[in-house]
């Protein structure tokens, strides 16, 4: 992957996480009822994105993003798949149908960024 996409990658999820912080912090209640949550998972959600979406910035705005910090940001991606699993675990009964399927596609969408990241975070073959 070049660093040019690996860059892309980097900012679209940052992009991504600053706009669940956004909607977690403007639209709290009406979120969690759409989703069926508690609103302290769903603002601890978009707590979590505003610490997430810092150093993804942080990595696309080096010339070349430091590929430890890039593996960084995609353990911590993986880590919140397998939260946004736990979450649908342990509160599917109250959760909206809509809640549980948003959830899911936004994990799976998230593990596509991790797996993309840390593909671009691995060293670089010269051409032979």
Partial sequence: MSILNLKTVLIADA????????IGLFALEPVAALLGLPVAIVSIGAWICLAAALPMFLAAAQKVPNGGLVKLIAVGNVGWVAASFAVVATFAGQMTGLGIVIVIAQALGVLAFAFL?????MPRLAAA
């Fill in 117 to 121: 990241e840390w593909k671009g975070a």
């Fill in 15 to 22: 992009i991504t996480c600053t706009g669940v912080l956004a």
